[in-house]
């Protein structure tokens, strides 16, 4: 048979192998009566022996071939535990497995397949020289072999810890942000809905829609030089049953198909309106620098309403009367200035055809200024001379903005630059004019007889 550790042959009624000392697992016969152990041979005494002293045990590892350390160290014939007989090449007793002194066990490679017993196993092979129940080794027990821990791959920690960091920031998005939300939208307008917003109201269980609203232009009249609206709300959000705008710094701004038409911004906060009810509205009046159309040339079919929180009001509003609701200049002077500008530019353009009329009937003059003229106790601007024409357009419906340079009767004597504002009323004499004049409080600097040829 052979040894199920080391491969060794063994014989029949070997317990232990003769080579490494491990136990050889076969069918066991029947034990013979263990002799008597007797004691140990005195060794014979270093100094008198004629042969070389023994090597140390690490020699005796290291030495891979021979079974003796030297060929005449004395070896015993019975082994000296359990006195068994010994063969001459045993370094272990084949009947109790100790180490024979004297005897190096040679280095055996490990064998390649072994049978199944109770020494295999799935954990590493014990150290040479290892064997068990000798004192001071260790038991090369399967149990007792360390095994080999499994590695997470490099990877893996990356994409875990990558995982654990986005969860922390959705987290912190998620609750972190609660608690900041705001009572309105900035720049939200009529034709941008994106997301609408309502919240409860202390009254009545009605809810504040901080969205700006939709907003249609019904009708469009004068009062007292300013424009007034009345401008139909529509809710822009949404599941709310009674919704009630209330934003303060609201611009309403109004155009048509050729511009900008009127803008100023209002404050619901005082007076907030209804949009819940289909007959939502409100009326809006407009100064003079805050609209730049003539009241009677404009279509209420033709505009469109921008409605527009947040934003910032430059001066107050005085409101005309009671019942109208008016706003603060929505734009700065320099936009002002502009816009007025341009309202002069059209009005000519408007009513050139009108002034055609008069190369050879009369008229009357109401007024010729340009800009920075310096008169009537100030420096005029386009937005003064605009609302100068506005004011005569209010009481004389069939007033006319004409250019100076355009006609015969301004350019005789060199270019003329002015904004003239004509009565449009016609007469078929100078005396006739110079009376019409009369007739309305002005005199001769303010209101003289003219025709354009």
Known sequence: MKCGNCGAACEDGDVFCPSCGAPVETPKKKAEPKPKQQEPKAAPNPASAPQTAPADEATQVMNPTGLRADAGTHTPSTCPVCGRALDPDEAFCSGCGARIPGVVAPEVPPAQSAPNGPMQGPGPMPFPGNVPGQPGMPNGQPGMTAAVKKKIPPLTIALIAALIVVVLFAAVALFGGKGNSSSGTAGTTASDQGTSSSSSSSSGGSSTCSTAPKATVATVDTMNDYLVTTVHFSSSCSGSSKDVFGSNNTEIKISDSDGLVASAVFDFSSDPVDISSSSAQARLAFATN????????????????????????????????????????????????????????????????????????????????????????????????????????????????????????????????????????????????????????????????????
């Open 290 to 453: 805050q609209y730049w159309r003539v009241p009677e040339q404009i279509d209420a079919t033709d505009l469109t309403v921008t409605v527009s929180t947040a934003t910032a009001a430059d001066g107050s509003a005085s409101s005309p009367a009671s019942g109208v609701m008016a706003g603060a200049n929505a734009m700065g002077n320099d936009d002002r200035e502009s816009a007025a500008h341009q309202a002069l530019e059209d009005q000519i353009s408007h009513d050139k055809s009108a002034a055609s009329g008069f190369y050879y009937t009369y008229t009357t003059q109401l007024s010729s200024k340009r800009l920075d003229l310096d008169a009537e106790g100030k420096v005029w601007s386009y937005q003064d001379i605009w609302a100068e024409f506005l004011g005569f357009k209010s009481r004389y419906p069939n007033a006319l903005l004409i250019w100076s340079n355009d006609y015969p009767t301004y350019t005789k004597k060199g270019p003329s630059e002015y904004y003239v504002t004509l009565s449009g009323e016609s007469f078929s004499s100078t005396d006739d004019a110079t009376g019409w004049c009369s007739a309305n409080g002005y005199d001769s600097d303010h209101c003289l007889p003219v025709d354009l040829s």
